[in-house]
C-alpha cells in the first residue's frame, strides 16, 4: 500500500493537527513541504491538490483531501482497528458529542485564536504591525470561551466524555500556540481544569513528536 | 420514540439547516421557539441546553447537542436508510462530504454571513449598513464561488454526484443573499453555480422550511 502524502508545512496549525492524527493511528506517512515562501501554495501544482491554497492536502492512493479537520476524521474511521481507539466514540451518540465540540473548536475557539496568531506573530513577520485593540478584544472573546471549556471540563476529563478524541485534538496546535508563542499562557494556566487538560494531552507521545516542529520561521 | 425537540427560530440560518436536514430524513420534530428579542438565549433555562448561548439545540431523549453542523451529521447518521441519504455511500465518499462542509463552515459562512449582517440585521436594529464591509466581504465570497464553479463544472453536487450535507449546509445563507440581500448575481453570474442553487433550492424540504423563514 503506498504510504499516505501529506503537503504541507510543519509549523502550520492545521498540516500539526493532521500529523498529529496519523500519529495517533501509527499510520506511516510522508511530509512534502511546500515552498511557502516561494508562493508555491498559489501555484497550479498545489492548487490542482487544494483549489484554496490552503495547508495541507492529503493524498492517500487515488484519493486527495484538504480540510484537516475533515482529514482526521477520514483517518479516524479508515484505521478505526489500529492505534488510539475511539477518536470517534463508540455509538452514534457518542459520535455525536465528539462532532459537537470538533464544531465548537471550530466556530468558537478557533477564531479568536487565529486572530490572536495573525497579530501577534504572522503580522509582524511580514513586516506589519500587531493591533493591541485587536488582541484585546479577541483575548476577551477566548476567555468567554474557556470559561465554558472550565466548566466542562470540570465534570468531564475531555470534551467529549471520559476518553481521547478527535474533539480534544482539533484543539492542540492553537493550544501550543497560545501557550508557547503569543503569550496567552495564563488564559489556560488560571483555569485548573483547562489546565489540566492541556497538560495531559500535550504530553500524549503523539503530539510531543509534532510539538518540536511547531516552531515559526524567523523574518 | 419521543419526537425530535429542537429549539431555536426560524429567522435563524442555524436552526433552519436543522429543520431542513429533519425534513429531508423525513423524522419527526417540534420546534420550540426560542425568544431571540427577549434575550431567551442567554438565560440559565436556555444555557443549561446550550453553554454558548446560540441557536439551535436539540434533544432527542436523553441526548441534548448543539452546534448546528454536528447535529446535522447526527441526525444524517442516527437515520441512515430513512428519508435521504446525505452522508455519501463509501468511506471516501463521507470524507468528501466531510470536506466540503469544511469548506462551507470556514471559508463560505463567513463572508457570506458577514454580508447578511451588514445588509439584514444592522438596519433591523437600528444602524447603518457598513458598505466597505460587504464590498470586502463580496469579494472574498467572489473567490470562493470561482472555486465551487470549477468544482461544479465537473461534480454535479459539491461531494459528486448525489445531494449531501455539504450542499444543504449552503441552502439558508445563500437563500438571504439572493433573496433578501441583493447578492443573486453572485449566483446567477455563474453558470454551474446557478444551476447547482436552482436544483436544491427547489427540494421540497428547503422550501418547506424556507416558506416559514421568509
Known sequence: MAKIKVHGLPFSSCTARVLACLNEKQVEYELIPVNARAGDHKKPQYLSLNPFGLFPALEDGCLTLFESRAIIKYLAKKYEGQ?????????????????????VESHHFNPPCYALVSQIIINPLKGGTTDEAV???NAEKLSRVLDVYEDRLSKSKYLAGDWFSLADLQHMPFLHYLVNDVGKATLISSRKHVNAWWEDISSRPAWKKIAVHMKFPSK | MATIKVHGHHLSTATSLVLCCLEEKQVDYELL?????????????????????????????????????????????????????????????????????????????????????????????????????????????????????ERLSKSKYLAGDFFSLADLQHLPTTHYLVTACGKGD??????????WWEDISCRPAWKKVSEKSS
Open chain 1, 83 to 103: 492505534g488510539c481507539p475511539n477518536l470517534l466514540g463508540s455509538t452514534v451518540e457518542e459520535e455525536a458529542v465528539v462532532e459537537q465540540w470538533c464544531e
Open chain 1, 135 to 137: 488582541v484585546e478584544s
Open chain 2, 33 to 149: 421557539v426560542v425568544d431571540l428579542a427577549a434575550g431567551a438565549h442567554k438565560k440559565p433555562q436556555y444555557l443549561a441546553l446550550n453553554p454558548f448561548g446560540v441557536v439551535p439545540t436539540i434533544q432527542d431523549g436523553d441526548l441534548t447537542l448543539f452546534e448546528s453542523r454536528g447535529i446535522l451529521k447526527y441526525l444524517a447518521k442516527k437515520y441512515k436508510g430513512q428519508g435521504t441519504e446525505l452522508y455519501g455511500n463509501s468511506l471516501s465518499e463521507e470524507a468528501l462530504v466531510e470536506q466540503w462542509c469544511e469548506v462551507e463552515g470556514q471559508s463560505y459562512n463567513s463572508p457570506a454571513s458577514a454580508i447578511l449582517f451588514q445588509i439584514l440585521f444592522v438596519p433591523m436594529r437600528g444602524g447603518t449598513t457598513d458598505e466597505a464591509v460587504v464590498e470586502m466581504n463580496v469579494e472574498k465570497l467572489v473567490k470562493v464561488l470561482d472555486i465551487y464553479e
Open chain 2, 186 to 195: 453572485l449566483i446567477s453570474s455563474r453558470k454551474h453555480v446557478k444551476a
